[in-house]
């Protein structure tokens, strides 16, 4: 039971960890256990949205084509799972005092995502029979990692939404808290269905997979450690971990810092 458990919960627990250990103002304990039981709630919600379009006939659940694994991925998974989260992310901060940064969107999205991913885990291992250890290491290594990545980007733009005092910017960032989960969801997804279809195909896509789960963690690496360098660098706490952050400041340039602002934006810093 305890490995079950261990199995269950410790993945998503280190990426939030991970997520967490960095906010300079850390989010109040009962608001992230909040958010973790809203995620928990939005698997629940998330099956009244992908019901009806299932028997609507808009996807099946045993795919035999690509196209079949497509229209799951998206229909099935990505839509119904992203709006459910979304809207609990959107009923937990409607009224959140504690929602005064842009880095808070992040952690309040990752404990809303991985409250689902942990949730869908014990769901799945406890379905698994004798396959749990081979179920509990590809959950942890993909699937866990894959919803932290939708929900931090989801965090991301719900933030700019929030804070951003520009309408054009606002709007923007509206659609792309929905729609930027959705497609990488449904992306990864995709290459997972497209990936039981054929043997001769299957080993191919699961590199695919784990190249694609791979660029998923790096960008939302990059944009958490910008998101945190960006907070920080309004206090002390900045000059004490400069070490960490390197050049990952708002005022430099550097690989690891390309994603954070959009292409366009007119508030981009100049170089220095």
Not at 110 to 133: K, Q
Not at 213 to 226: E, G, K, Q, S, Y
Not at 239 to 245: G, K, L
Not at 248 to 261: E, I, K
Request: aromatic residues 20%.
């Amino acid at each position: 039971m305890i490995l079950f458990l261990l199995a269950a919960i410790l993945p998503a627990f280190i990426l939030f960890w991970y997520v967490y250990s960095r906010d300079i103002t850390p989010e109040p304990k009962n608001v992230v256990i909040k958010g973790f039981i809203y995620g928990v709630l939005a698997t629940l919600l998330s099956t009244l949205i992908s019901g009806p379009l299932l028997r609507l006939g808009w996807f099946e659940n045993n795919p035999t084509t690509f196209l079949g694994a497509f229209k799951t991925a998206f229909f099935g998974a990505a839509i119904p799972e992203e709006t459910a989260k979304l809207l609990m992310l959107w009923f937990l901060l409607r009224k959140c005092k504690d929602f005064d940064e842009r880095y808070d969107g992040i952690v309040y999205a990752s404990a809303v995502g991985l409250g689902f991913a942990t949730f869908e885990n014990i769901l799945y291992l406890a379905s698994s029979g004798f396959g749990f250890f081979q179920v509990a290491i590809s959950r942890a290594f993909l699937a866990v990692p894959g919803h932290f990545a939708f929900a931090v980007i989801m965090g991301y733009y719900y933030s700019k939404q929030h804070f951003s005092w520009k309408p054009e910017e606002k709007k923007s960032a509206c659609v792309k808290m929905w729609v930027y989960p959705v497609l990488l969801h449904g992306i990864y997804d995709t290459i997972c269905f497209a990936a039981g279809l054929s043997d001769t195909w299957s080993l191919l896509l699961t590199f695919v997979l784990l190249f694609f789960c791979f660029r998923l963690f790096r960008f939302t690496r990059n944009r958490i450690i910008a998101e945190a360098a960006d907070n920080a660098s309004e206090g002390s706490f900045y000059a004490r971990h400069r070490d960490f952050y390197g050049n990952r400041h708002p005022n430099n340039y550097g690989n690891d810092f390309r994603y954070y602002y959009l292409e366009g934006d007119d508030d981009t810093p100049e170089e220095q």
